[in-house]
C-alpha cells in the first residue's frame, strides 16, 4: 500500500479523488489517445459519437494509466521489494510496463490456462510471469500469498483509490477534447475506470450524465446495485473476458453509486455488433470488453430515442484473441438485427424452396440448412438479410404463417447460434429416451476425459457437439440416453462434475431438427 501520510485518509470525496487525478504521473507512461468522432455510426444514430481510442496506449488498452499510478506512488522502501499481481489480462501488461519504466521488479501470477500470446506479451514489457493455478481466484490467492511471504507490494486491478484515480485521467481527456458532451457511456468489470470516470466528470461537469455498461451475463455492478452491497454472481460469461468479473470492488461501488447516473446491460451479440461498428468507422480491432461501452451507447440511445446529442465512450481495449473473431463475425448481425434465424417447415416436394423464396420477398438468404427428413415434409433452418431489424422479421415470420408453413423465431435462441445451425439434419434413425444438456467446458487440460469419466462411461451418450471460439471455455451440446428412474442419479453426477450446464430438453430448435 502507498503511504498514507502522503495520500487523505480512506474514504476519499470527490474533491479528493479529483485532486489525485489532476496530480496523477501518468503520462510518464501513457498517453493522451484521440477521441475520435466515428462519422458513419453519427449518421446513423443521428447523434454525435466520439470514440476513446484507449487501443493506442502502448499496452493497447487503458489499464496502465492505473497500474502506473499506483506503482508510481510507491514509497522507496516498496519499490526495492517489488510489486505483484494476478491478472490474464490488460492489468497484466500495464503493471509489467509500469515496473519495467520504474526498474521496480514486477512479477504477474496467471492461471496456467492463460493463452501463450497474453503471456509472451507481459514478458515482452519486462513482467516476471509465474503460471499457477487453474483459473483467475488461484492465481490471485498466490499472488497474495507471496506478497506476503517476500513483502511484495499487490497492486489490485481495480479496488484501490490510486487505480481509480489513474483510470480518471481518461474523464479530464475527455472534456479537454470535448467541453459539450451530453452522456459519457464507460465499460464496467471491476468498476475502476467507470468509477475514476464518474467522480471527475461530477466534480467538474456534472450536468454530463455518465452510464455504466456492463454484459447481461456478466453484471456485477447490477447486482450489487439491485443488493444494495458487492455480492458474488453465481456464474460469469468469458466471451468480454476484460470485463469477467464476479464481484465489483467495496471501493469502486461505492464510488459508483455514488457517482453514476444510469446502469444498462448488453447481450453477447450487441457486442458483437459494436466490434464491427468500431471496425467499420476507425478499421481498429476491439476486444469485446473494448466494445462493451458502445454497444450500450447504442442501445441507450434507442431505448431513450436521443437525437442531436454527444456521446462520449471508450475503446477499453484491442487484445483480442484472434480466433475469438469467427464468433464476432458469426453474430455481429444478428446483434444489429440484421439477420434472423428461423425454422420452417416445407413440403417435401419440387419446387418447394422457390415457392419458399418467393414468400420471404425476395430477401437475401444468408444462410440454409436442411436434410431430408421424410416424403412429406422437411425442417430448414434459414437465416434471412434484415433491413429494417425485428419489426420486418415479425412481417416474415406472419407472412409464412399464413401462407401455411409452420414456423419458429431462433434469433434469440442462444442453442440454436451456437450449435444447431452446425447440426441440422442428425435426427437419430430409432426412437431414444434422450435428454438435452448444454455444458461450459473450461479451456484446460484434462477438461474432455473428466466430462467423459464422470458421465460418459455411465450412460450413452447420444449427441455431442462441441464450439470452441477463442475464449477461456468451450460451448459443449451433449444428449444422453436417460430413463426417468436414472435422473436422480444423473443430477448427482452432473453435481459432481463441477461444470456450469443446463437442461435444453425444451428447446424449440432442439425439437425441429434433432429429436
Not at 481495480?158 to 479530464?172: E, K, R, S, Y
Not at 466534480?203 to 447481461?216: C, F, S, T
Not at 453509486?257 to 467499420?280: N, P, W
Not at 442462444?414 to 479451456?443: C, D, Q, T
Request: glycine share 10%; aromatic share 8%; with cysteine.
Amino acid at each position: 500500500m502507498p503511504d498514507e501520510s502522503q495520500t487523505p485518509n480512506l474514504p476519499y470525496t470527490g474533491a479528493e479523488y479529483l485532486r489525485h487525478i489532476l496530480r496523477a504521473p501518468v503520462y510518464e507512461a501513457a498517453i493522451v489517445t484521440p477521441f475520435q468522432e466515428m462519422t458513419r455510426l453519427s449518421e446513423r444514430l443521428g447523434n454525435k459519437v466520439q470514440l476513446k481510442r484507449e487501443d493506442r496506449q502502448p499496452v493497447h488498452s487503458f489499464k496502465l494509466r492505473g497500474a502506473y499510478n499506483m506503482v508510481a506512488s510507491l514509497t522507496e522502501v516498496q519499490k526495492q521489494a517489488g510489486v505483484i499481481t494476478a491478472s490474464a489480462g490488460n492489468h497484466a501488461q500495464g503493471i509489467a510496463l509500469s515496473g519495467n519504466l520504474l526498474n521496480i521488479k514486477a512479477i504477474i501470477v496467471m492461471p496456467t490456462t492463460t493463452p501463450d500470446i497474453k503471456v509472451t506479451a507481459v514478458r515482452n514489457f519486462g513482467g516476471e510471469v509465474l503460471l499457477h493455478g487453474s483459473n483467475f481466484d488461484e492465481a490471485k490467492a498466490e499472488a497474495e500469498r507471496l506478497a506476503e511471504l517476500h513483502g511484495y507490494s499487490y497492486v489490485p486491478p481495480f479496488d484501490h483509490p490510486l487505480v481509480i484515480a489513474g483510470q480518471g485521467t481518461i474523464g479530464m481527456e475527455m472534456l479537454q477534447q470535448n467541453g459539450h458532451l451530453d452522456y459519457i457511456f464507460v465499460p464496467v468489470g471491476g468498476g475502476g475506470l467507470a468509477a475514476g470516470v464518474a467522480v471527475l466528470i461530477k466534480q467538474l461537469m456534472p450536468e454530463i450524465k455518465v452510464i455504466a455498461v456492463e454484459p447481461e451475463d456478466s453484471a456485477c455492478l447490477k447486482a450489487a446495485l439491485d443488493a444494495g452491497k458487492p455480492v458474488p454472481l453465481d456464474r460469469v460469461s468469458m466471451f468480454a473476458d476484460g470485463v469477467a468479473v464476479k464481484i465489483i470492488g467495496n471501493e469502486t461501488f461505492r464510488v459508483c453509486q455514488e457517482y453514476l447516473d444510469g446502469h444498462i446491460t448488453v447481450s453477447s451479440d450487441e457486442i458483437c455488433a459494436a466490434v464491427k461498428d468500431i471496425f467499420e468507422d476507425t478499421r481498429a480491432i476491439a476486444e469485446p470488453s473494448g466494445a462493451l461501452a458502445l454497444a450500450g451507447l447504442k442501445k441507450f440511445a434507442e431505448q431513450h430515442q436521443l437525437q442531436g446529442k454527444q456521446l462520449g465512450t471508450v475503446l477499453s481495449g484491442a487484445n483480442t484473441n484472434f480466433h475469438g473473431l469467427r464468433y464476432v463475425s458469426e453474430r455481429c448481425e444478428l446483434g444489429e438485427k440484421r439477420e434472423g434465424l428461423l425454422a420452417v417447415t416445407i413440403p417435401e416436394r419440387k419446387g418447394a424452396f422457390f415457392e419458399f423464396c418467393n414468400l420471404i420477398g425476395g430477401r437475401a438468404v444468408t444462410e440454409f440448412n436442411y436434410r431430408y427428413n421424410d416424403d412429406t415434409q422437411a425442417n430448414i433452418f434459414v437465416g434471412v438479410r434484415l433491413q429494417n431489424g425485428q419489426q420486418e422479421l415479425d412481417h416474415i415470420v406472419e407472412d409464412l404463417r399464413q401462407g401455411g408453413y409452420p414456423v419458429a423465431d431462433l434469433s434469440d435462441d442462444e442453442m440454436a447460434k451456437l450449435h444447431i445451425r452446425y447440426m441440422v439434419g442428425g435426427k437419430p434413425l430409432k426412437p431414444l429416451k434422450e435428454r438435452l444438456y448444454s455444458f461450459e467446458f473450461p479451456e484446460s487440460p484434462g477438461a474432455l476425459l473428466n466430462f467423459l469419466s464422470t458421465l460418459g462411461t455411465h450412460w450413452n451418450i447420444s449427441l455431442f457437439n462441441y464450439r470452441n471460439h477463442g475464449a477461456d471455455y468451450g460451448r459443449v451440446l451433449c444428449g444422453f440416453e436417460l430413463d426417468d428412474s436414472d435422473l436422480e442419479r444423473f443430477s448427482a453426477h452432473l453435481k459432481e462434475l463441477g461444470y456450469q450446464y443446463k437442461d435444453e430438453n425444451d428447446s424449440p430448435s432442439y425439437k425441429f431438427f434433432l429429436s
